[in-house]
């Protein structure tokens, strides 16, 4: 049966995508390690941690595109879920600082020991062990999100309310972490990583691993969600989407299958926000601000929402986009983008994959007709053209 | 009868005729050389002269004298005040104030002063102040009695008093009696009486005034002291929840400026209007643009420049709103999530396009005169801006819930979303409706922003600062009606206020949130939600 559930994931296009990012996952690191720094085909570290980072970012318009897409949830607060992930990684960083930080405290993180605290707060202790950390890396976001969807989902709160309920969910935790008393490093957050399971942070070989990994991981959640998405389940949700209240007279629970996706779209959330940090090197409270999280909604949209794949695009595209223009021409990135949003939403509403998937569907029925009408012509046409391009 | 006030009439005038003589120096400049070469006996009775004369510039002179820092400059015998200025003393005039010289500490000779003669002094002072003519130096002398209580101030007080027949300054001397009854050593039922007296003065002096006289008053009293404490901390308590309650509602009613233009973008036509805030920035910057006109060719109209930035505001940023609905936002009706994105990129846009103009950094907006300062309402002290800004907002919720109620506009826009084809079948050009109702959205965030520059820093994030909380009002009020967004900034305004003081700015704002997200939970469409078809739309 589980089997049967990836096979069933592993429809054509997934399978190319995968494939580009497997190859990916092995070749960029290759050229960054194996070539000559001077060789046309060398990729410098810096390239190496940036594409790693868009990659994490396209993991998590993946999550986005899960909840939005396929089950009508437009959450304004994922961003949220990111930065917690990234904080429980980076609070494993800190505890392998030890005592090579500027105070040189063998336990505190040098922040602490500047507030003038004693002794380690209780969510710290336990952080220091990695996989421990991984598991909260899962648990943190999951818990935030089940107990957020807990409470939404079963008073029906729906559409607009609940995106600006997760918008202010992700305001209140920005306003949370700039905090001092919270113990997170406050305004400037947790940076000055030195290793992570024993290797350099800042190392060419620890940095193209942490690139594999990535791929490796969005290959990974790009699996399961299209798993998700073709099951029996799968429908269900659609049909979430669609006509919620019709699936809800069907007899199912409507509240737990959005409670469902929701969690495991805030895990991978987390996933991402996690292979995030020791590429970037440091996770502050400005990964909450909810305009943050409106960027992964925009990335979805560009891409395509309910497509799995266009996300993944949409994210690449627009953060490539980004380096370029902010580096070339820094005054013209905001009227590009704000552009950009403008006119995807009024002439590409199914985003850039959306939109090649609908020219195909309708070539390919409209191919269909035309073979049906020569096979029988004498008969009143079995599909007429036009409710075939519906 | 007559023959008496006669024979006094006479008396007086030979004693002033007889008294003339030995009176010869009558002008207090004189009066006090004089103290120069007096014996203590002779100073005693300039000083009775002194008071004599009333004038109140002597009272710097005696409080010098009675410090020890009344000397005589032995060069040409005259009596100056003097106070140290390095290693030299510097002399001052005794009546005028200024500085007349600098010398070195021999060129002086102090006069001396003794027990005696502070009395004599300090009761000079009193005549001179307490018993003055002038009504306002009265005042003053009874308030300066009631800051600074002392047993021996209790004989002037009680005489000045006997004699006050200004029912202000009166009053002031009750009280300053009182307090410095309550420092003496009188009798228990007069101090009772004292304590009822200062209780009722009220504040955080009186309270100190009781808390320091607490420790030597007879056992006794003390629960009549502990009696009046408790009552002033309770009055204190009350108006401390009263200015609680007034910051509350000057936060409700910016909360409310900022939201109001969105209760009609996305609270009545549904759009969820992430350009908002920028509406508003665009209002601020029109102001500031009206006052760089009126600073370089107008200054005369500086006071007028608020009155005269509100229709330009209104006009920019309605005819920029009339441009997004016309360009943009009519493709997307019945896609409400959608707008959020185009309505994004709109806001990006225009940031980056103010930002182009007028640079990232903070732009100077002047207040007028009459929105600077503060008065005082009982124990509240409220600003002028903030009252402003109170009264504005309020008459603009009530303009636009006139305009909405009463005007034929106001019923078209309200059918329109109401039941969209039914308003279309009526003969109501719902285009046309559509691009005003979001014109008057944007104009009225305009307007808002004329306000807000007034209290906040008008750069291009400005917008940014205002937007969330914008949502969250018209979301925690009710989508779709206007006196929800009033109720709920008001009270997120009041709630924020009450949180602040016990747990901090940051974390009240943070509980605030919670509770929205709490309260939404409860109420899946805020405190006044809409009822019938329209909500499942």
């Given amino acids: 049966m589980i089997t049967g559930f990836i096979f069933r994931a592993l429809e054509g296009k997934i399978v190319v995508a995968v494939a580009i990012l497997l190859g990916v996952a092995l070749l960029v690191p290759a050229l960054n390690l194996l070539t000559a720094p001077d060789s046309f085909f060398h990729i410098p570290t810096y390239a190496v941690s940036l594409m790693g980072k868009y990659l994490c970012y396209a993991l998590l318009a993946l999550a986005l595109d899960l909840v939005w897409g396929y089950c009508g949830i437009l959450s304004l607060g994922h961003g949220a879920f990111f930065a917690l992930g990234g904080y429980a990684m980076g609070m494993y960083l800190m505890r392998q600082i030890g005592s090579r930080g500027v105070y040189g405290n063998p336990v505190l993180p040098d922040f602490m020991v500047f507030l003038n605290w004693k002794e380690l707060p209780w969510f710290w202790h336990g952080m220091d062990m990695f996989w421990f950390a991984m598991i909260m890396v899962l648990v943190v976001p999951g818990l935030l999100a089940f107990v957020f969807g807990w409470f939404a989902f079963r008073s029906r709160v729906n559409g607009v309310y609940l995106s600006i309920i997760t918008q202010a969910m992700t305001y209140a935790l920005l306003l949370a972490f700039f905090r001092n008393d919270m113990g997170f490093g406050g305004n400037n957050g947790l940076t000055d990583f030195k290793e992570i399971i024993g290797f350099n942070v800042q190392a060419d070989g620890t940095r193209a691993v942490l690139f594999a990994l990535s791929a490796i991981m969005l290959s990974l959640c790009l699996v399961t969600s299209s798993a998700i998405v073709r099951s029996k389940f799968g429908k269900v949700l659609v049909g979430v989407r669609d006509a919620e209240s019709r699936v809800r007279f069907l007899g199912y629970r409507v509240e737990n299958i959005k409670l469902f996706t929701f969690v495991v779209s805030a895990m991978m959330a987390g996933i991402a926000g996690a292979l995030f940090v020791p590429q970037v090197g440091i996770i502050n409270p400005g990964e909450f601000a909810p305009a943050n999280s409106i960027e992964v909604v925009v990335w979805t949209a560009v891409g395509g929402r309910g497509t799995l794949i266009g996300p993944i695009i949409g994210a690449l595209m627009i953060n490539a986009g980004k380096s370029y223009f902010t580096g070339a021409f820094p005054e013209l990135w905001l009227f590009a983008l704000g552009g950009l949003f403008i006119g995807v939403t009024l002439f590409l509403p199914k985003g850039v994959v959306g939109t090649i998937q609908q020219r195909l569907a309708i070539r390919r029925e409209r191919k269909a007709a035309d073979d049906a009408a020569n096979n029988d012509k004498a008969s009143d046409a079995a599909l007429p053209l036009g409710q075939a391009a519906e | 009868m007559t023959m008496r006030y006669l024979l006094q009439f006479i008396f007086i005038l030979l004693t002033m005729g007889f008294a003339a003589p030995s009176l010869a120096q009558s002008d207090p400049k004189d009066l006090i050389n004089a103290l120069g070469k007096a014996s203590f006996k002779q100073a005693e009775e300039l000083l009775t002269q002194i008071a004599a004369t009333g004038d109140a510039h002597v009272v710097p002179a005696l409080e010098a004298f009675a410090e020890g820092d009344l000397y005589v400059r032995k060069a040409d015998g005259a009596v100056v005040i003097t106070k140290a200025a390095g290693a030299k003393l510097s002399a001052i005039d005794p009546l005028t104030g200024e500085v007349v010289g600098e010398e070195p500490k ?432």
């Fill in chain 2, 106 to 537: 021999g060129a002086f000779t102090k006069i001396k002063v003794n027990n005696t003669l502070r009395r004599a002094i300090r009761s000079a002072l009193g005549d001179l102040t307490l018993l003055s003519p002038d009504r306002e130096v009265r005042l003053q002398a009874a308030q300066q009695v009631l800051q600074s209580p002392s047993a021996e101030n209790l004989d002037l007080v009680e005489t000045a008093l006997a004699k006050e027949t200004d029912p202000e300054v009166k009053a002031r001397m009750e009280e300053a009696r009182a307090v410095s009854l309550l420092a003496s050593d009188r009798s228990v039922e007069e101090k009772r009486a004292a304590i009822d007296m200062v209780a009722s003065l009220g504040g955080r002096e009186a309270i100190g005034i009781l808390m320091t006289v607490s420790s030597s008053i007879d056992e006794s009293l003390k629960p009549d002291l502990d009696k009046a404490i408790a009552g002033i901390e309770g009055d204190l308590a009350l108006w401390d929840a009263a200015q609680n309650i007034w910051y509350g509602i000057s936060l409700g009613s910016v909360l409310l400026l900022a939201a109001i233009g969105l209760a009609i973008t996305f609270g009545v036509m549904g759009i969820i209007n992430m350009a908002h805030g920028e509406m508003v920035m665009i209002g601020a910057y029109s102001t500031f643009m009206v006052q760089q006109v009126i600073r370089t060719s107008y200054p005369d109209l500086f006071d007028w420049s608020l009155a005269i930035a509100l229709p330009v505001a209104f006009l920019v940023t309605a005819v920029i709103g009339l441009v997004i609905e016309r360009g943009v936002i009519r493709f997307l009706y019945g896609r409400p999530l959608e707008t959020l994105l185009a309505t994004w990129g709109i806001s990006l846009i225009l940031q980056q396009a103010i930002r182009t103009i007028f640079g990232p950094t903070n732009q100077e907006v002047g207040n007028p005169s009459w929105m600077s300062g503060s008065f005082a309402l009982g124990g509240l002290t409220i600003t002028w801006n903030r009252m402003w800004i109170v009264l504005f907002s309020l008459t603009i919720f009530f303009a636009l819930l006139t305009l909405m109620k009463r005007s034929a506009f106001g019923l078209q826009m309200r059918a329109v979303t109401q039941n969209r084809r039914m308003a279309s079948s009526m003969g109501i050009r719902t285009p046309w409706v559509d691009a005003f109702t979001f014109a008057l959205g944007s104009g009225i965030a305009g307007i808002a922003g004329v306000a807000l520059s007034q209290i906040d820093n008008v750069s291009p994030n400005l917008g940014q600062a205002y937007i969330i909380d914008s949502f969250m009002v018209v979301v925690f009020g009710g989508v779709g009606n206007l006196w929800g967004t009033f109720v709920g900034a008001l009270s997120l305004g009041i709630l924020n206020k009450f949180l602040e003081p016990s747990v901090g700015a940051v974390l009240g704002k943070i509980l605030v949130l919670v509770l929205i997200i709490l309260f939404i939970q409860k109420r899946p469409r805020g405190l006044f939600a809409l009822k019938g078809r329209a909500v499942e739309a």
